[in-house]
């Protein structure tokens, strides 16, 4: 069954303009459908000028995969599959330093956002971690020429959060500066529910339902929440431009929700 993302904007001018008022509530949302958008959430003039800084610090961006990708300051899951975790935590106080002293009014719009998004709850940093960061995805590297992994994004979550089924689990991807040419995601809807023992097969099994996925272009600053549990896949990029994104992981219950990349 074919569905689409769920248009924030829409729904706050449906419920009087006011993210304020907190009646949208992205827990919720993503329960119901695997995604949520705001078109334009970060302004073209911004975006331009995250992309400059970034190029200023090319020296420091972090090389992953043999760059095909590269982040700033830092990220865990690169980390995680095969960078060593060790060296994101001892350098985690420096790395959120860098970006509060580069992009510190970004970072802050975004938690503010969020923090809009998920009434009664107190959203924050997650302590001893790196906040949200930058990845960059370089123009004729790997994903110029096939599609990303169709995965979920279950990094930085232990075997007790996903037995917590009461918390909620969501990924955030802000598009800086977009491919081109394509360079989109590519949502099914379909939620893990299993042991990581499992993820192998639940992967397997959306690979083999391509005519569930929808596919989710991006424009300059559009933001875009996916349920971590849903698969996904970057789509192939065409062009000279690099493909930018300002990302972050986030796990949420009742009262808190705790932000890292």
């Not at 860098?98 to 938690?111: D, K, V």
């Not at 998920?118 to 960059?136: K, Q, S």
């Not at 800086?176 to 639940?202: C, H, M, S």
């Not at 991006?218 to 493909?243: C, E, M, T, W």
């Amino acid at each position: 069954m074919k569905w689409e993302p769920y248009n924030l904007v829409k729904a706050d001018r449906a419920l009087g303009g006011t993210l304020g008022a907190h009646r949208l509530d992205l827990v919720k949302i993503l329960h119901s459908v695997p995604a949520a958008r705001r078109k334009a959430f970060f302004s073209p003039q911004q975006c331009r000028s995250m992309v400059a800084r970034l190029t200023q610090l090319r020296a420091l961006w972090s090389r992953d995969y043999d760059g095909e990708q590269y982040s700033f300051p830092d990220n865990f899951y690169a980390r995680a599959n095969g960078r060593g975790q060790k060296a994101y935590f001892s350098n985690r106080a420096e790395a959120n330093a860098r970006m509060s002293e580069h992009f510190p009014g970004e970072r802050q719009q975004l938690l503010a956002y969020l923090t809009n998004l998920l009434p009664g709850r107190h959203v924050r940093v997650r302590p001893g971690w790196l906040g949200p960061a930058f990845v960059i995805f370089p123009a004729g590297e790997l994903l110029s020429h096939e599609p990303g992994p169709v995965h979920i994004d279950l990094e930085g979550l232990t075997g007790l959060d996903l037995k917590a089924r009461e918390a909620s689990f969501f990924s955030v991807i802000c598009m800086i500066q977009p491919a081109q040419e394509g360079g989109g995601v590519r949502l099914w809807n379909r939620r893990f529910g299993g042991t990581r023992e499992q993820e192998d097969e639940f992967l397997d099994a959306a690979r083999r339902a391509p005519n569930e996925a929808v596919e989710v272009n991006y424009d300059v600053g559009d933001f875009l929440a996916i349920n971590s549990l849903s698969p996904h896949q970057i789509l192939k990029f065409g062009g000279g431009r690099d493909r930018i994104t300002l990302n972050a992981f986030a796990v949420a219950d009742a009262t808190s929700c705790d932000v890292w990349f």
